[in-house]
């Protein structure tokens, strides 16, 4: 163990909050290396944003397309938006090995002997992933302490409308004109700047990479002009590197991408 603290990112509170089996045990066995345990408020608004509101897309089609072949034609047809898409296949596969003990029998004890396979099929993945949608709610802060908190975003919970579909809205702040986090940055303008030329170094691999260098760019050369809702997205890893203690260590399944903010900052990363 390299240090007494995990300061956890955003994937490591999916793995606790939406992926049953495996992935969480391993989440958590890594989390309770450490004596302590944090993360950011960042964390939970990029966490609502993110995978929670890809869950919520998913169920939501369920309840509009009624069949599951449909829903699976839907999933086909985002081929474009590969983090919604990709999060919406991995959610099918754990919601059908979370219902594959249930028998013919209790399926017909439920929806009777006539119900149709495919819109019997989509009606126990909808309850699953709703199942799923709101205890991962209601646990987003029992994983670990939550820091840094941000004044500007109100924890908003998803509300259930009429006709059975999920609204996790609002994913940006609401509660102040601009971003908390813009003044908290500036203090501290050389880290900005370390973390800002860790960036340069490899913003042409991948388009985030150039929307976060951006960002700190942005915060760096602009001290008085707020932190705008897109600069915060952007922002992403950058905050766990800069908001992280000296002696944590950044637990994520995503070294690759954090390793090079952590290190600019003198800080350790580690996967579970």
Known sequence: MSSSKAFLDTTILAEVLLKPGARRATA????????????????????????????????????????????????????????????????????????????????????????????????????????????????????????????????????????GLIDAHPFDCTLEDS??????????????????NAMEKIRDAKAENRRRYQALRSLYRTPKRPLTREHCRNLGDAVFAFFAPAEATILTTNVKDHEPLASALGKRVESP
């Open 28 to 163: 958590q066995a890594a989390i309770k290396r450490f004596t302590e345990s944090q993360t950011p408020g960042y964390a939970i608004k990029e966490f609502k944003w993110g995978p929670f509101s890809h869950y919520c897309w998913l169920h939501n089609k369920f309840v509009t397309e009624k069949v599951f072949s449909n829903v699976i034609a839907a999933i086909h047809s985002i081929y474009r938006q590969r983090g919604l898409q990709g999060t919406a296949l991995e959610a099918l596969g754990i919601v059908a090995k979370s219902i594959g003990s249930r028998t013919i029998a209790d399926l017909e004890a439920q929806y009777g002997p006539m119900a149709k396979e495919d819109e019997l099929r989509a009606d126990v993945f909808r309850l699953a992933l709703k199942a799923i949608i709101l205890k991962a709610w209601k646990r987003r802060r029992a994983v670990a302490d939550v820091v840094e908190p941000l004044t500007c975003y109100a924890e908003i919970p998803p509300n259930e409308a009429r006709g």
């Open 179 to 196: 971003c908390c986090m813009g003044p908290r940055f500036r203090s501290r303008p050389n880290e900005v700047e370390a973390l800002k």
